[in-house]
Nanobody
Framework: QVQLVESGGGLVQAGGSLRLSCTAS????????MGWFRQAPGKEREFVAA????????NYADSVKGRFTISRDSAKNTVFLRMNSLKFVGTAGYYC?????????????????????WGQGTQVTVSS
């Protein structure tokens, strides 16, 4: 059983940056694609970014393209989300997730149902 723990959230002004981390324990992440999602109060969880198990492919929601970067460090069993030029959107929880086993080294999975393990989330508040 893998346990995912996110960190790095906090309060930041619009235009600022944050780097989120997701560290796994219990199982290696090296054979799995990973994703980041976010959920604002009263809204559905939405896809933010994904990275293939090799790190060779990435995928981003249109709303964050060019501003966010997902990466992974297999040696540290950690996935990162670098967020630049943050927009004033209030508060959202950011969650990392491990994709269900898949035969392809792909980052195309954007639906929450395609992921089988989730962290507890880290809160990000962007102020104006």
């Amino acid at each position: 059983q893998v346990q995912l723990v996110e960190s790095g959230g906090g309060l930041v002004q619009a235009g600022g940056s944050l780097r989120l981390s997701c560290t796994a324990s219990g199982r290696t992440l090296s054979s799995y694609a990973m994703g980041w999602f976010r959920q604002a109060p009263g809204k559905e969880r939405e896809f933010v970014a994904a990275i293939s198990w090799s790190g060779g492919s990435t995928n981003y929601a249109d709303s964050v393209k060019g501003r966010f970067t997902i990466s992974r460090d297999s040696a540290k069993n950690t996935v990162f989300l670098r967020m630049n030029s943050l927009k004033f959107v209030g508060t959202a929880g950011y969650y990392c997730a491990r994709r269900r086993p898949y035969y392809s080294d792909s980052a195309r999975s954007t639906a929450p149902s395609e992921y089988d393990s989730w962290g507890q989330g880290t809160q990000v508040t962007v102020s104006s």
